[in-house]
């Protein structure tokens, strides 16, 4: 089975950079029609996408972040990572990132990370 790990800094300041990186394992992230995700949820709301790297490294993005938002990925690693720039205290939330086997059919995100606290406070 696929399983993910999310890591990075619990706290960031205003105005800088949130960075985070999940760590495939079970999988790999080049397997075909694959792609990974990452979803956040802020306290006492819902899940929000952000946005996914594809298998062949093709990017998408939420309209209401992609000015703010970077998704790479290291392949020799099996990790993909986060960037979120000018984070302020709404971008504070629980970050996770999944998986879907099936990015251009179903895109059911079949597996999930334990999510990660990120706090936005000076």
């Known amino acids: 089975q696929v399983q993910l790990q999310e890591s990075g800094p619990g706290l960031v300041k205003p105005s800088q950079m949130l960075s985070l990186t999940c760590t495939g394992s079970?999988?790999?992230?080049?397997?075909?029609?694959?792609?990974w995700s990452w979803i956040r949820q802020p306290p006492g709301k819902g899940l929000e996408w952000m946005g996914a790297i594809a298998y062949d490294g093709s990017t998408y993005y939420s309209p209401s972040l992609k000015s703010r938002t970077s998704i790479s990925r290291d392949t020799s690693k099996n990790q993909f990572s986060l960037q979120l720039s000018s984070v302020t205290p709404e971008d504070t939330a629980v970050y996770y990132c999944?998986?879907?086997?099936?990015?251009?059919?179903?895109?059911?995100?079949?597996?999930w990370g334990q999510g990660t606290q990120v706090t936005v406070s000076s």
């Open positions: 999944a998986f879907t086997s099936d990015y251009y059919g179903h895109r059911y995100l079949e597996r």
């Open positions: 079970g999988g790999s992230i080049t397997t075909t029609y694959s792609a």
